[in-house]
């Protein structure tokens, strides 16, 4: 990278860039800023992670926790590959027939204005998301870590499309932006940072909507009820089927509705927002779920989950050069391969049978191309570990059947 490039990608991520900078008159001309920000984004999660061992002796991520975020913030951007053209669309259809007013592109003003416009709709779209119980069930995705570090920013939901830096207190700045301090409290599961500080970049939203709580006792992240697992369909899809069943136990359509248009915590008899009354009492002594595992397991999910990155960047890279079919094939595969190494960091009794299973797929795309190394000269490496892989879970699988059929007899 040129050092003007670095330049504009750090000052990009601490929203220091100029309006003449950001502005643009045609889409086409607006930066993929995904992928100019992936590098920078990294090098910020490891230096978090230098810095926390470093200050606190301990890693500030777990292996676990950190890979499901990761996961989950891949699988937030899949259905841009299938729906991104009906998105676009849409919008244009809108602009065409319903604008109200056109402002200039190239005007300093226009972006101001829409800074505080796109800050302001933030704040109430966020809100939203923690009041009525159907949005909560994709928001409550990035909510779902009991942990608090730069890769919970990535844990984002699959059907909707911030983080402690170790940094105690800003002074002034906390009158006006969304800080660490702040956003510590967004992602608290103590009854005082209960749907508080709703705000994106600036916290003035809170503070005049009655939405502000600022840090006092020790923060314990996570949700209200912790899901305790790391199977990344069941963090992105379990409050929906959790919504379901709740609707059924009620006989009334006003019931069966307003379970999923009232707030999380609502009940009938209960305000529209609901209560806290059933909440688990939180001591500040809480753990974190980490269940233990062998290291050579954890080196085996690392190395196949750069593995599938690697599957994961060439569609994103490719996406504009391949069939439909294959797209969804590769989609497929992605979501077997996080769901599979979910299953494995769970120490499910089905992993063995799951996880050889999605060798075979490995395997077989290895054969036709569909999966490259990380690097060219790991072409063999990769193919003889991914083949070893396979014959680990076969016998690992078989190992599990005759234990099965040894209870059974």
């Not at 059924?248 to 609502?266: A, D, E, M, Q, V």
Request: aromatic share 14%.
């Amino acid at each position: 990278m040129e050092l003007g490039s670095v330049s504009t990608g750090v000052r990009s991520l601490f929203f220091m860039l100029t309006p003449n900078e950001s502005s643009f008159q045609k889409m086409e001309d607006v930066p993929q800023y995904v992928q100019q920000a992936t590098p920078f984004f990294i090098g910020l999660m490891v230096l978090e992670l230098v810095v926390g061992v470093l200050k606190t002796g301990a890693p500030v991520v777990t292996i676990s926790d950190g890979l499901t975020s990761i996961s989950a913030g891949m699988i937030s951007r899949l259905p841009l590959l299938l729906m991104r053209g009906c998105e676009l669309t849409a919008y244009m259809y809108v602009w065409d027939r319903y604008r109200l007013v056109e402002l200039p592109w190239d005007s300093a003003w226009t972006w101001w204005f829409t800074f505080l416009g796109v800050d302001f709709c933030y704040y109430w779209v966020h809100r939203f998301a923690h009041e009525l119980s159907i949005l909560w069930a994709a928001h409550q995705v990035h909510h779902s870590s009991e942990y608090y570090n730069l890769t919970t920013a990535l844990r984002q939901s699959l059907t909707q499309q911030f983080t402690s830096w170790l940094i105690r207190d800003l002074g002034p700045l906390e009158w006006i932006f969304n800080t660490p301090k702040h956003h510590r409290v967004h992602h608290g599961r103590n009854l005082y940072c209960i749907d508080k500080n709703y705000g994106g970049i600036l916290i003035i939203w809170d503070r005049l909507f009655g939405t502000f709580a600022p840090e006092t006792e020790k923060v314990v992240y996570g949700l209200v009820f912790p899901i305790n697992t790391f199977e990344i369909l069941h963090v992105q899809l379990h409050y929906y089927l959790y919504l379901w069943r709740r609707s059924n136990t009620y006989n009334t359509i006003s019931h069966k509705l307003s379970t999923f248009f009232k707030g999380p915590s609502w009940k009938p008899g209960k305000p529209r927002l609901g209560d806290h009354v059933d909440n688990p009492k939180v001591t500040g002594k809480e753990v974190p779920h980490n269940p233990s595992w062998s290291l050579p397991l954890q080196v085996y999910v690392v190395i196949h989950f750069l593995l599938v990155l690697q599957t994961y960047h060439d569609l994103f890279e490719n996406k504009m050069m391949l069939s439909q079919l294959t797209i969804l094939g590769m989609t497929g595969y992605i979501l077997l391969t996080l769901t599979s190494l979910g299953f494995i960091m769970d120490q499910r009794p089905t992993a063995a049978v799951l996880e050889m299973l999605r060798c075979v797929v490995m395997v077989t795309m290895q054969r036709y191309s569909y999966m490259k190394p990380l690097l060219p000269s790991l072409a063999v490496p990769t193919e003889a570990f991914v083949s070893l892989s396979l014959l680990y879970w076969a016998l690992q699988s078989f190992s599990q059947l005759l234990r099965i059929k040894k209870k059974a007899d």
